[in-house]
């Protein structure tokens, strides 16, 4: 077996789980689940039509690069979303299945196994845990960057050693993120680009939460090198249709950005044999191709947003992100910064699950950024989220 699998951690829903497991609940209060960010919205009509008049598909085997018709939808797209100017879609575009699979073999394919010195990626701290694991699965040496309120919740990249840098293969970024929903600026990329000119690392832009925002649309990776003047060089980007669509069970999302990466990419994807169904193909298309639906997922959630941060502003300090679909809000004083305690407490009391924070971070530099916190995942419908956040209320209280 490969040993590296003994290195990594526990998923934090199965920490959660072990949590909860010897718990009394009370039974007379139905449960409320805002712990996992699993969208519950419905999907779409028009992509479930286009899947049930793709069936055909089933009969072919499915090309690793994908139909043009949907690398041409995946570009358009890019180009009404971020105002670019237009991307290849034989050369810059490749479809995957869902963001966290390419998340996860995008590591392998960058990682050179044979580098001098081990190499490192960097992280935010908290983190989608799929970053930890592709590296450490990739033999390379996790690190991580602590995103906390005094820093807007975005990584000091002047806190990283020279000696860091230097073994350096790859950046992730979720921006968006998950889960401050914390956005990068303009200055941020132009910070992080810089340090990819001199030190000559891949950047990896998770942005599967794009479009879940409540003021302005998140700038993203393309559409701020485009603004500083740049090409896509050592930069890719990821999205899904699993938030923007309701989709996750589809496993739909792309890769977009440096040719030369994606060609590798690419040529690792064939062996590992990762193709799109070609009937996922044809929905995927309908779904990228149409906003209303998009538009509406947005406003859903920025009702149950309005109506659930008032209950929970003063009891956990909770205010609006800048996107997604979470709220990173800390926990009552009585629990001395004790997240876990505290979800425990509320999981006996209120019959309502959430996230502990500390779990979605590691212990760097001296602090778990996410101790003292919990996620919230306003997923579920309006009035379960309104019922939830009023038990919560009250018990912090």
């Known amino acids: 077996m490969n040993t590296r699998l003994d290195l990594l951690q526990p998923y934090p829903f199965q920490r959660l789980k072990k949590l909860l497991a010897d718990t009394q609940v009370p039974h007379s209060l139905r449960h409320v689940d805002l712990s996992i960010g699993e969208p519950k919205h419905p999907a779409p009509s028009l992509v479930l039509e286009a899947l049930a008049a793709s069936f055909g598909g089933l009969s072919q085997y499915p090309a690793t690069l994908g139909s043009e018709a949907l690398r041409c939808a995946i570009a358009d797209w890019l180009v009404r ?10 050369r810059e575009i490749l479809p995957v299945n869902g963001s966290r699979e390419a998340l996860f073999s995008f590591v392998q394919a960058i990682v050179d196994p044979e580098a001098a010195a ?21 033999g390379a040496e996790p690190y991580y960057l602590n995103c906390e309120a005094a820093l807007a919740y975005q990584p000091d990249w002047s806190s990283v050693p020279a000696d860091i840098w230097q073994r350096t293969a790859l950046v992730f970024v979720c921006s968006p993120g998950n889960p401050t929903g914390a956005v990068m600026s303009l200055d941020d990329w132009r910070t992080l680009f810089a340090l990819s000119d001199q030190h000559g690392f891949v950047i990896a832009s998770d942005e599967c939460y794009s479009e879940i925002w409540f003021d302005r649309p998140p700038l993203g990776a393309l559409e701020a090198a485009h603004q500083l003047g740049r090409d896509y060089t050592r930069l890719v980007t990821f999205s899904s249709l699993s938030k923007r669509s309701n989709l996750p069970g589809m496993r739909s999302g792309f890769v977009a950005g440096d040719a030369a990466l994606l060609a590798k990419f690419l040529l690792y994807r064939t062996y590992h044999g990762s193709a799109m169904s070609p009937m996922v193909q044809a929905a995927s298309v309908a779904a990228w191709q149409e906003e209303s639906h998009v538009e509406s997922n947005r406003a859903a959630y920025r009702e149950k947003f309005e109506a659930v941060v008032p209950l929970l502003a003063a009891s956990l300090q909770a205010s609006m992100p800048d996107a997604a679909f979470y709220l990173w809000a800390s926990v009552p004083a009585r629990f001395n910064g004790d997240d876990a305690a505290f979800v425990k407490a509320l999981y006996e009391t209120c019959h309502v699950t959430i996230l502990p924070g500390s779990y979605l971070a590691r212990e760097a530099h001296g602090v778990n950024p996410g101790r003292g916190r919990v996620r919230i995942a306003l997923v579920a419908p309006l009035a379960e989220c309104v019922e939830g956040a009023s038990r919560i ?3 912090a209280r």
């Open 393 to 395: 209320a009250e018990f």
């Open 81 to 90: 979303r971020y105002a670019l100017p237009r991307l290849d879609p034989a």
């Open 118 to 138: 081990k190499p490192v990626v960097i992280s935010p701290n908290p983190f989608y845990q799929i970053y930890e694991g592709a590296a450490i699965l990739a």
